[in-house]
Every structure is written in structure tokens, then in C-alpha cells.
């Protein structure tokens, strides 16, 4: 029979598995009777964790919610994946940097010495995309108070602060809070959003959520609508891109390069290669305007052939015209 304390390990790691134990499972598992299951229990409940009985003819244990935090378990892929987490959260930009930084550092502090090294090696980087100003932080309660809302299914009152300094008028115009279903809290380019059916425009919005001030009480519950196209990562990525509901982008073209498909496609993300030879491809690619999208498929160091549309074409007209006065300042006009 295993030692007590490495006995309380294991029934610590089987109740954290699943929701319901059976005690002749348990013992079973443990190879211990069901007398010393209970006694085991005992002795977990005497540290502080809520184990619950239920009866019934496979009457049995259940790890239950308490009130306070007892000592946690995780086995060795879940504290590696707990620590690489939180060194993630310390750049998520939700206010909670300073307390994921702390967090990571007790984990760490508890660790065996193999998982610590492993996680010494495995260090977690999150790069940032570069900005002309940080992005602005989000107070933790008002993501929480979202989150209550989106899982509540709840109608949500909420202050909305405009990006731009508004008049008198438009500031008392927006004395009314705004009235939503929220759907979803989701994060995009180090930003965190709300996406929400808003009731008075009858129509989908995405409210940034460092803006936001929820009221309270909330509203009634409601029975929650699809987002258009079934996918919220798809919706997002379509609002951001300008290109609407559809997910696509609002503007895509179609040229031959003079390049093997397999150097081409290593950099499009979303974009379709075919290989029509050796050293000659198709490539469809979308962008959010035709001179951005003219751009990027400039990059490639090939000549290009223009299949269509015609608002391509214009478009590389137009960049060519401006890159030569960008080669040469005489072309330049004087003021």
C-alpha cells in the first residue's frame, strides 16, 4: 500500500479527473478499501478541500466548489501548460499583468526541479504588434462584469465612450445607455472586444472594450441569436477586414506571377496558389483596399500579369505612378 501522503496525491489527482466518484471505484483504483477511501477523504476535507458525499447505489465522493483556495494539484503537462499561460497573461492587456506575473512566479516557486527547468527552457515570449501609443488597458472588473453578462445570457445597459471628443449635443444625445445582447468577449490585436447585438439599432456591433461601462442592474434574459455566418472568429476577422458579413475581404484580385507556387505560397495566409509550371502560379488574394492589395502582391519579386478585375489593374497604375515620383523628386510637383 502506498505511503499516506503519496496516497492523498493520488485520490486528490482521481477527484480532480472527474466530477463523480463511486468509493468502490475509487478504492479499486487506489487498491485500498473503502474503509481507508474514507478516512482519505477525512483527511483532505481536515486541508481544506469540499469533498462532497452523494448516495445512491454507487454512492461516492465529488470534488465540490468552496470558499476558500486550498493547495491545488496539477500534474506535470498541466503545470507546464499553467505556467506557459500565465506568462502569456502578463501582455494580455486586461489588467491583470502584475497578478499573472506574481501567480507565475509562486508556480514556479512550488515546482519539482524538473518541471522548473522545463519551463526555464521553454520561455514564452508574446510579441506585440507595434503602435503609435500602447493600447489602453481594461480594468478586470469590467471584464468580468461582461463575462457575468455573456454567460448569463442577460440584456446588458452599458456606457459606450466615443474615440473622439463630442459636442455638447452629441454628449447629451448619448446620456441613454445603450442596450445589447451580449454574445461574446473576444480579444484581437491585443484589444478585447464585446460583440453584441445591440436592441436599438437592431444590428450587430463590436464595442471595444476598455470603453465600455457597464450599468447595473442588468437587463431581462434572452435566447441568443446566431452571429452572421455561424463562426465568431470568422465574423470578427470580416468586421475588421471592412469586409461585412460575408468574410471576405472587400476587395480581391487575381494575377500570374513569374514564381514557383511553393515560393509564393509560404507568404499568403488566406490567399489561393495554383502552380500552372515549373516557375509560373495563379495567386488570389484579397486585402482591404485595391492599392493594398496591389501592394501586397508587389512585394513578390516577379513580373506580374494581371487577370483581374479591372479596378487591379487601375490600382497598380496608380502605385507605379507614385513610386516614380517617389524615385525620382523631379517628377515631384513644386508649391
Known amino acids: 500500500m502506498p505511503k499516506t501522503s503519496a496516497r492523498l496525491l493520488a485520490l486528490l489527482s ?21 474503509r481507508t477511501v474514507r478516512r482519505d477523504v477525512d483527511r483532505l476535507r481536515e486541508l481544506g478541500y ?21 493547495p491545488l494539484l496539477f500534474d506535470d503537462e498541466q503545470a507546464v501548460a499553467l505556467a506557459i499561460a500565465l506568462q502569456i497573461a502578463t501582455t494580455a492587456g486586461a489588467g491583470i499583468e502584475e497578478a499573472a506575473a506574481r501567480a507565475l512566479n509562486t508556480v514556479r516557486q512550488v515546482m519539482p526541479a524538473r518541471l522548473r527547468h522545463r519551463i526555464d527552457t521553454l520561455r514564452v515570449t508574446a510579441v506585440e504588434r507595434p503602435a503609435l501609443r500602447p493600447d489602453p488597458q481594461v480594468d478586470s472588473g469590467v471584464l468580468m462584469a461582461l463575462s457575468a453578462a455573456v454567460h448569463a445570457r442577460e440584456v446588458l445597459r452599458l456606457d459606450y465612450a466615443s474615440s473622439s471628443p463630442q459636442s455638447a449635443e452629441e454628449e447629451d444625445a ?20 464585446l460583440v453584441a447585438w ?36 470568422a465574423f470578427v476577422a470580416a468586421r475588421f477586414r471592412g469586409a461585412g458579413d ?6 480581391r484580385g487575381e494575377v500570374i506571377l513569374d514564381l514557383p507556387a511553393a515560393a509564393v505560397s509560404h507568404y499568403v495566409r488566406d490567399g489561393l496558389v495554383e502552380e500552372l509550371g515549373p516557375d509560373r502560379c495563379r495567386l488570389t488574394l484579397g486585402s482591404w483596399s485595391w492599392p493594398g492589395l496591389a501592394a501586397a502582391i508587389g512585394r513578390f519579386d516577379a513580373d506580374i500579369e494581371v487577370v483581374g478585375p479591372a479596378e487591379l489593374k ?5 502605385l507605379a505612378r507614385r513610386y516614380a515620383k517617389a524615385a525620382d523628386p523631379e517628377e515631384r510637383p513644386h508649391g
Open 314 to 318: 487601375e490600382a497598380f497604375a496608380h
Open 14 to 34: 482521481l477527484l480532480q479527473a472527474r466530477r463523480d466518484w463511486p468509493g468502490a471505484l475509487l478504492a479499486e483504483r487506489l487498491d485500498i478499501s473503502p
Open 174 to 193: 448619448r446620456t441613454a445607455p445603450r442596450r445589447v445582447q451580449p454574445h461574446h468577449l473576444v480579444t484581437w490585436g491585443g484589444r478585447w472586444y
Open 246 to 251: 460575408s468574410g471576405d475581404w472587400p476587395c
Open 50 to 70: 469540499p469533498i462532497m458525499t452523494f448516495k445512491g447505489p454507487d454512492g461516492g465522493y465529488r470534488l465540490d466548489a468552496g470558499t476558500e483556495l486550498p
Open 198 to 233: 445591440d436592441l436599438d439599432r437592431e444590428d450587430w456591433r463590436t464595442f471595444r472594450a476598455d470603453r465600455i461601462t457597464p450599468r447595473t442592474p442588468t437587463g431581462p434574459r434572452f435566447t441568443p441569436r446566431e452571429v452572421p455566418g455561424g463562426e465568431v472568429a
